[in-house]
């Protein structure tokens, strides 16, 4: 039997998530007539900021206009200021690179001039895991390494995604993980594969508010478990934590988050894949997804909430990035969490595979492309 939620001690999940859990949590897509993809959406800018990048997997904006950029398989973090790119760090002989690991998302905390980076390690074997360093004023060079969290699971590299997020209130660092095409890692509390993970952003400790806190072991840290790969972490203004995963064949997801929920995903014995990616027939309740993608998969991924009115129909939605489908999806929910519109801007197609969408501090987002040569980054704006 899952654990009862804690909801009410934690800061992020106040009036939506009591909501949810009054009146049922948001049907995927397949229950209520699916909404009408709205492609009239208001007209936006793209320009490119960043050329000749390589997998770019995350951008951050730093203070004084600059951009931070992540590339997985070059293991390289750029800082980006008016159109120039400059190296800030060369990781590739601590990170560990293979399939789908490699260096991955990024956090700046601009108050410290702390930057968080997931990638791969092979310290102490083959894992995943989350490091800080302080950067100095001018963002030239990085000093005081200090791993975070390590232990995240990795077999070849696959399904080693890994999100970071900084909570807007209170000291927390939300760390998405992949399961690591493990079977039996997304639903074993004690395994870091499959879950939402909360620690401290200073100490590293787990959040003494986390639904597993007063347990002993990994389990303090999680957050939410259950998931096949998250990709995307979001925070609404009302305090309430979302995740973006990759689907199987089927059922990309994205996901309210509910303090010690279960997601479902069990693909056991072995690594089953044709199992539903919110299998109800498990023990315990299993949240259902916010929305989902059906069959086939778009390879959903990075997701920021698109905020200010300037954005007209937009304002409100949560953006998120598809690699196979190659488009930006606006969705839009209700204070309750269930989905109302599907909208996809015909200026984010065309542009082939899209990693991560974030957003600036004037409400702008920024987006990467990934097809593995000749990548951009790309500031989207209303018109």
Known sequence: ?????????????????????????????????????????????????????????????????????????????????????????????????????GLLSLAVDTDRRWLYACHGSTKGGTHVRVTRWRVDRKWRSLSGRRTMIAGLPATSGRHGGCRLLLERQGPALVVGTGDAAVGTNPRDLDSLGGKVLRLNRRTGAPMPDNPFAGATGNRRYVLTYGHRNVQGLAQRDDGTLWSVEHGSFRDDEVNLLVPGGDYGWNPVPGYDESVPMTDQSLPGEQQEAAWSSGDPTIATSGAAWVSGTRWGRLDGTLAVAALKASEVLFLRFDAAGRLESVATPRELTGLGRLRSVTSARNGDLLVTTDNGARDRVLRVSPR
Do not use: C, Y
Request: proline share 7%.
């Open 1 to 101: 039997m899952r654990p009862s939620l804690r909801t009410t001690s934690l800061s992020f999940a106040v009036s939506a998530l009591a909501v949810g859990l009054l009146t049922g949590l948001p049907p995927s897509l397949a229950e209520p007539a699916t909404p009408s993809a709205d492609r009239a959406a208001r007209g936006l800018e793209v320009r490119t900021v960043a050329r000749r990048l390589e997998h770019p997997w995350d951008v951050q904006q730093a203070p004084g206009g600059r951009l931070v950029v992540s590339e997985r398989d070059r293991a390289r973090i750029s800082v980006v200021r008016n159109g120039k790119r400059r190296t800030l760090a060369d990781l590739s002989r601590s990170v560990w690179v293979s399939g789908e690991t």
